[in-house]
């Protein structure tokens, strides 16, 4: 009998595993909490840390692409899609699956992981 | 298919979406007084044509569609397709790439039993004990995000082979997370094991005999509760598995007795976390040196794969069980046809022997017991309600017509 308890009571008077980000409570206003961060008036607590092989947000750089259509042909949700016009690749960040095909296929390496995670979003564009 | 009905029975519905439930399924069932005396279930809630969508990609996209068949053992599905494909193309994926595939899928087995083990707690109204859990489950998910670079979706196969290799300085960390494991499984263990609060809610309850767990199919942890000895680890032996000398794990290991009860699907996954971190502690020691794929560049790979024609099956042991993927390649570039059959598909006839004569304030622990997940079994929906509906003889007899088409196809 009470084998559960005693870790509970245990778990009492530890100190709460979970990580407050970006601040301790839901502000009434996230306009008004982003202007007193940038006055320095309150802090954000920081997000833990990623591993070094985290894969977030693409980062593409334009000038390096050659325009070959390599991650176009493996992107299995059809994010990359590319441009005719411009011979460049369109990112769309809605469709992408971040499985990271496209930087392992992109021959001149124009195609990266940042480690940005923030993504989530009420608008698509 | 009408439930019998008797004199003073009522039927009652449970889903397609109620709160017992995790994922939408329809169980109607005939009760008498309390008794559950008639059992029926309706799938194909969340049908999403994910076979339809895989014959307009090609195989290495197919790989990440297969992958997000299912949120939890993701890996388990995209190790069957690629093996699928391997198959076909009698590819063989070097020995480093088979220890890392291993590593990949034990992880994935501990965090997937561990998250069941919350699940089970958390129906059986046990809510402390479901967030204790899932707090141990944290620590395996650190660990394939520091490997793999993701929580969940680890994105870690490619057709033969792997595409992130397990440098020496990660290995530090993987044997940190088997320690860690070793070091709860006896508190866990206890508290699930003894509790007697626990144990009188799963003791006897849901009971699948040996006999009904052959006679539906059941796979996995199901099947292994009721004391048949299936493991695909163990009957195929297939990527590394050869050298770990994996033994299906029987509930009679740890009490000396097979009930084929809820109590028994608990402990069954209970030791496998256990025996998971002994096959990923192996794994990491004795890790071949060498390439980890048998074609590094995706374009390569493509232009390989283009060509082939042929069938091919992969069979992997998921931590539900058995998965099979078939897939068929005509030399196009997208597959003809591809069929997954994930483990949930087996264990669902044991809930009609399971829930016969329980009681209905046992029905979402006998049913979340199985493990399931209906997202990974929906692979048809049928619009309209007339279809005919086969019984096994039937079908057993089509599968002998069509035998003897292909025969007569081969000039026999």
Redesign the interface.
Not at chain 1, 97 to 101: A, D, H, N, P
């Given at each position: 009998?009470f084998?559960?308890q005693k870790?509970?009571f245990r778990?009492l008077f530890k100190r709460a595993?979970t990580n407050q980000f970006p601040v301790k409570h839901a502000p009434k206003s996230v306009a008004k909490l982003l202007e007193d961060v940038g006055k320095g008036k309150k802090k954000i607590n920081p997000p833990v840390p990623?591993?070094d092989?985290?894969?977030g947000k693409l980062a593409y750089d334009k000038d390096k692409c050659i325009g070959c259509q390599?991650c176009t042909?493996?992107?299995?949700?059809k994010a990359l899609v590319f441009d005719t016009k411009t011979r460049k690749v369109k990112y769309y960040l809605s469709r992408c699956?971040?499985?990271?095909?496209c930087v392992?296929?992109c021959p001149v390496k124009c195609l990266s992981?940042t480690k940005e995670f923030l993504l989530a979003d009420y608008r698509k564009d | 298919m009408t439930l019998e009905k008797k004199e003073n029975s009522y039927s009652i519905c449970v889903g397609p979406v109620h709160p017992a439930l995790k994922e939408p399924v329809k169980l109607n069932m005939e009760i008498d007084g309390e008794k559950v005396i008639g059992v029926d279930f309706e799938l194909s809630q969340v049908h999403r044509g994910i076979e339809w969508a895989a014959t307009r990609r090609n195989p290495l996209q197919v790989l990440f569609l297969a992958e997000r068949i299912c949120g939890i053992c993701n890996m388990c599905h995209m190790l069957s397709f690629s093996r699928a494909i391997e198959t076909i193309g009698d590819i063989h994926a070097p020995p480093r790439a088979e220890y890392i595939r291993v590593i990949g899928a034990e992880l994935e087995r501990i965090h997937s039993h561990i998250l069941w083990a919350g699940v089970a707690a958390h129906e059986l109204g046990f809510d402390s004990l479901m967030h204790y859990t899932w707090k141990l489950r944290e620590n395996v998910l650190d660990t394939i995000e520091y490997i793999t670079g993701n929580r969940i979706t680890k994105g870690l196969i490619t057709i033969g082979g792997v595409r992130h290799d397990i440098p020496e300085k990660k290995i530090p960390r993987i044997l940190e997370s088997v320690n860690f494991y070793y070091s709860h499984f006896d508190k866990m263990a206890k508290v699930f094991l003894n509790d007697p609060v626990i144990k009188s809610r799963t003791r006897d309850v849901g009971i699948l005999s040996r006999r009904d767990a052959l006679t539906t199919c059941a796979v996995g942890p199901t099947a292994r509760a009721s004391g048949v000895k299936k493991d695909v680890r163990k009957d195929e032996a297939y990527a590394a598995y050869q050298d770990f000398d994996v033994e299906p794990i029987l509930p009679d290991a740890y009490t000396g007795e097979i009930h084929g009860d809820v109590y028994d699907r608990v402990l069954v996954r209970l030791l496998e976390v256990k025996q998971s971190a002994e096959i990923i502690e192996k794994a990491v020691k004795s890790m071949p040196k060498g390439p980890i794929a048998w074609e590094e560049k995706p374009a390569v790979i493509l232009a390989k794969l283009k060509p082939l024609v042929g069938e091919g099956i992969g069979r992997h042991e998921a931590p539900r069980g058995e998965v099979i993927h078939y897939v068929k390649l005509v030399g196009e570039e997208s597959p003809y046809s591809w069929k997954v059959r994930a483990p949930t598909y087996n264990n669902m006839m044991p809930w009609v022997p399971m829930l016969m004569g329980e009681q209905i304030a046992d029905i979402p622990i006998i049913a979340a017991s199985i493990d399931p997940c209906m997202s990974c079994t929906n692979r048809a929906v049928s619009a309209d309600k007339t279809t005919t509906m086969y019984t096994m003889d039937q079908l057993r007899r089509l599968s002998f017509l069509k035998t003897r088409e292909l025969k007569r196809g081969l000039g026999k």
């Open positions: 009998m084998t559960m870790e509970l778990q595993f990623v591993p092989d985290f894969r390599m042909r493996v992107c299995p949700s699956t971040f499985c990271g095909e392992s296929i992981f | -």
